[in-house]
C-alpha cells in the first residue's frame, strides 16, 4: 500500500534554514505530482507548495514563495522541502501529500506529518 | 485566487441527526472540489472527489453536491466516529486552497 514518511522537522531558530523530507513506497513514485501542506498548532491546512512529477514544473502558495523550495530525486522516491528564512509563523506540521493522478490532482495519500517549530 | 470558505466553522449535533457543511468558492470553477475528514490527532483522509464522488471505502452515510461557486457536504446520520474537522478543497490549478474547516461534534 501507499506510505509516505516525512522527516528532517525539528526546532529551528527564527532566520535559519530547515530541510524537509518525505520518502515514497508502494506505488511508482515517478509518476505523481506531489505537495506540501502544512498544519499550524490548532488551525487549518494550508496548502504550501507542488511539484509535477518530473520534478520541472513547481506552484508556491505567496507565504512561502521566494523562501521555500520543492524538489524531488526519482531515483530515491523523495520529496524534498528547503526552507530558508524561517519565522515562527511557520511552526506547522508539515504533510507532504501526494496527488492521485496529473488530472485529478487531489490528494489520495498523506504521510503522517514532521513537526517543525521555529522558535529562539 | 479562489478562496474557500466553510460554514459553519463549528457545529453539535446528536447522533444520528442530518449534518450539512457548506463550501463557498469566490468565483466558480469546474467541480474540482474535494472533502477531507481530520480525525483529532489524525491525518486528512480523503473523503469526496470531483464534487460528489466518494472516496472507496467511505461510508455511504457520507454525500457532496454542488457546483460552480456552492457546494454541500452531507453525513445523513451522525455516528460518534465521525466528530472531526472536515475540509474542502478546490484542486487541478494553482493555488490548491483548502477551506478553514468545519468542526463536527456530538452533543
Known amino acids: 500500500q501507499v506510505q509516505l514518511v516525512e522527516s528532517g522537522g525539528g526546532v529551528v531558530q527564527p532566520g535559519r534554514s530547515l530541510r524537509l523530507s518525505c520518502v515514497g513506497s508502494g506505488f511508482i513514485f515517478s509518476d505523481y505530482g506531489m505537495h506540501w501542506v502544512r498544519q499550524a498548532p490548532g488551525k487549518g491546512l494550508e496548502w504550501m507548495a507542488v511539484?509535477?512529477?518530473?520534478?520541472?514544473?513547481?506552484y508556491y502558495s505567496d507565504s512561502v514563495k521566494g523562501r521555500f523550495t520543492i524538489s524531488r530525486d526519482n531515483s530515491k522516491s523523495a520529496l524534498f522541502l528547503q526552507m530558508n528564512s524561517l519565522r515562527a509563523e511557520d511552526t506547522a506540521v508539515y504533510y507532504c501529500?501526494?496527488?492521485?493522478?496529473?488530472?485529478?490532482?487531489?490528494?489520495?495519500?498523506w504521510g503522517q506529518g514532521t513537526l517543525v517549530t521555529v522558535s529562539s | 485566487d479562489i478562496q474557500m470558505t466553510q460554514s459553519p466553522s463549528s457545529l453539535s449535533a446528536s447522533v444520528g441527526d442530518r449534518v450539512t457543511i457548506t463550501c463557498r468558492a469566490s468565483?466558480?470553477?469546474?467541480?474540482?472540489l474535494a472533502w477531507y475528514q481530520q480525525k483529532p490527532g489524525k491525518v486528512p483522509k480523503l473523503l469526496i472527489y470531483?464534487?460528489?464522488t466518494l472516496q472507496s471505502g467511505v461510508p455511504s452515510r457520507f454525500s457532496a453536491s454542488g457546483s460552480g461557486t456552492d457546494f454541500t457536504l452531507t453525513i445523513s446520520s451522525l455516528q460518534p466516529e465521525d466528530v472531526a474537522t472536515y475540509y474542502c478543497?478546490?484542486?487541478?490549478?494553482?493555488?490548491?486552497?483548502f477551506g478553514q474547516g468545519t468542526k463536527v461534534e456530538i452533543k
Open positions: 470531483a464534487a460528489s
Open positions: 511539484v509535477s512529477y518530473n520534478g520541472r514544473t513547481t
Open positions: 468565483q466558480g470553477f469546474n467541480n474540482f
Open positions: 501529500a501526494k496527488e492521485n493522478s496529473n488530472s485529478d490532482d487531489y490528494f489520495d495519500s
Open positions: 478543497q478546490k484542486y487541478n490549478s494553482d493555488p490548491w486552497t
